[in-house]
């Protein structure tokens, strides 16, 4: 199979299901790699969530899904561990989310898999770290936002009961870490000439994100308060009102301040003790925003957007999932694209967010249904007729094709 891009020439095993893994490898299919999915007979369980046109084909299943080939392998019968054996001898990365246990019972030890390929580079997505004591707990992204801190801190900040960011951040931000780790190993093999194992856990992972700028007071020992950066905490910090609606506005600068002051008429506050500089204005955050709202407030949001745009303080207008579709900039650089899916028909797909000046990302195909790629890929890997048909018709593997 012949892709161009930053990754051509890559090619990655896919056996993880969900968010995590699978936005891990749809980057690097977009970056040009050989992504194959590999699929319980069962199907990834994304496959049947949220909106559809036909079984097994939801929208959340093709957005992270596109550019990858299907292949069923049930890796609970021994038989596979042959068949799983030569993919691993042929491919550079290999991604899953298995628990520990589970993992060596499906085979998938780094130890046995370094054995067949040395250069093998093995991305383990998984909840939590191995050594620690919740290495064998399940996770979910509500789980992780839990545990980490996120869900606490949205309780805080909005003073009510802990609560979840409405998007799968954990996932994200894990398959993020992930993918900068798979590529580390990379750029790594390249002067060492040998793979090896990553393990990027979403606990560790977010709550080192969230900790970038709330480990605070404890960052010092003895620690000089509690963990939280006091500005991102205050119930003030929101969309401001305006008189019709909301905007969001940060003048950050004293300069931004001093000119935000002068355009709402009260050029006297920028000399304010308690605004005069980032120190004082940190430690006054809700008088400060609640000023900004009742100044904001005595104009209409099309006036704010036209005069803090015309004097360069940063705003951002309040926009809704819906919104994003027409949105001038992101029509500008090619945000969103159309193609034609062989069964789903016309769709839209993001495109890559990251981009290259010469190695391009690109577009192969559409998400494809379970099993579809089964035969070819076994053929493949060296495979004869009559043994694809056998793993078949034995349930190792399955195809999507009527035969």
């Excluded at 893994?21 to 977009?30: E, F, H, K």
């Excluded at 559809?52 to 392998?73: E, T």
């Excluded at 401001?240 to 355009?263: A, E, M, N």
């Excluded at 900004?292 to 309040?318: C, G, H, R």
């Amino acid at each position: 199979m012949q892709t161009s891009g930053a990754l051509a020439g890559v090619k990655v095993l896919d056996l993880s299901s969900v968010i995590l893994g699978p936005y891990v490898s749809q980057l690097m299919a977009d970056w040009g790699a050989e992504v194959i999915k590999i699929e319980a007979p069962s199907g990834d369980t994304t496959r049947n969530l949220a909106t559809a046109k036909n079984p097994g084909m939801s929208a959340m299943f093709m957005n992270m899904n596109r550019n990858k080939r299907s292949l069923v392998l049930n890796l609970k019968k021994p038989e596979s561990q042959e068949i799983l054996a030569r993919l691993v001898a042929q491919s550079d990365i290999l991604v899953h989310n298995y628990r520990p246990r589970p993992a060596k019972d499906l085979g998938l030890t780094y130890e046995r898999l370094s054995q067949i390929n040395p250069k093998l580079i093995t991305c383990i997505a998984v909840g939590y770290g191995r050594e620690g004591r919740y290495s064998e707990r399940p996770a979910y992204d509500d789980l992780i936002q839990g545990i980490s801190g996120m869900a606490d801190l949205i309780g805080r900040y909005t003073q009510s009961s802990p609560a979840y960011v409405p998007t799968a951040l954990a996932d994200k931000v894990g398959s993020l870490m992930s993918l900068s780790a798979i590529l580390a190993a990379l750029y790594q093999r390249e002067r060492s000439g040998e793979g090896e194992e990553i393990e990027v856990p979403m606990f560790e992972t977010l709550a080192s994100f969230l900790l970038v700028e709330h480990l605070t007071g404890p960052a010092y020992e003895p620690p000089l308060g509690p963990a939280g950066y006091i500005r991102q905490l205050d119930v003030t910090r929101r969309p401001f009102k305006t008189k019709d609606g909301f905007i969001s506005v940060l003048p950050y600068t004293d300069r931004h301040w001093r000119c935000f002051f002068t355009l709402t008429n009260c050029p006297e506050m920028a000399d304010d003790v308690r605004f005069k500089h980032i120190t004082q204005r940190t430690e006054h955050t809700a008088a400060l925003y609640s000023l900004v709202e009742k100044l904001l407030m005595k104009e209409p949001t099309s006036y704010w957007l036209q005069v803090l745009e015309k004097n360069d303080i940063p705003f951002a207008p309040i926009s809704s999932l819906d919104d994003l579709l027409t949105d001038p900039h992101l029509q500008d650089v090619g945000f969103f694209a159309e193609y034609d899916h062989p069964t789903e028909g016309r769709l839209r797909r993001v495109t890559s967010a990251a981009k290259f000046s010469k190695s391009k990302p690109g577009f192969q195909f559409g998400a494809a249904h379970l099993g579809q790629h089964s035969r070819e890929i076994l053929d493949e890997t060296g495979f004869s007729q009559q043994q694809i048909d056998n793993f078949i018709a034995q349930g190792i593997s399955a195809t999507s094709v009527k035969e």
